[in-house]
């Protein structure tokens, strides 16, 4: 099971910090991710750390060098800190677990196998 929280209405420029708690065993033997959905629009890829790769972080070019994406496995925990937010950030932001994502799939919705609720993310002045 995974719930987000920490999403909120913030100014253009500033800063939110959205937090993943997961729950159940094996948390350690997943790829987690974030992805966002706009009103009318699909649901965008976002970050993901991947857990094959050695825990490599991707990030979707619209969001890098603004959001920086974390994981303490410790806590069963992930951490998207997203700085310099923009009016076209806005949506609704979804943590994701996959066991066995590859590279190619990592943007997909699909490739993923447990979903959060999902936590609303509003940037307007």
């Known amino acids: 099971q995974l719930v987000e929280s920490g999403g909120g209405l913030v100014a253009p420029g500033g800063s939110l910090r959205l937090s993943c708690q997961a729950s159940?065993?094996?948390?350690?033997?997943?790829?987690m991710g974030w992805f966002r959905q706009a009103p009318g629009k699909e649901r965008e890829f976002v970050a993901v750390?991947?857990?094959?790769?050695?825990?490599?972080?991707y990030y979707a070019d619209s969001v890098k060098g603004r959001f920086t994406m974390s994981r303490d496995n410790a806590r069963n925990t992930v951490i998207l800190q997203m700085n310099g937010l923009k009016a076209e950030d806005t949506a609704v932001y979804y943590c994701?677990?996959?066991?066995?994502?590859?590279?190619?799939?990592?943007?997909?919705?699909?490739?993923?196998?447990?979903w959060g609720p999902g936590t609303q993310v509003t940037v307007s002045s």
């Open positions: 750390n991947k857990r094959s790769d050695g825990s490599r972080i």
């Open positions: 994701t677990a996959g066991r066995r994502l590859i590279t190619s799939t990592v943007g997909v919705p699909s490739a993923y196998d447990h």
């Open positions: 159940g065993p094996s948390f350690n033997s997943y790829s």
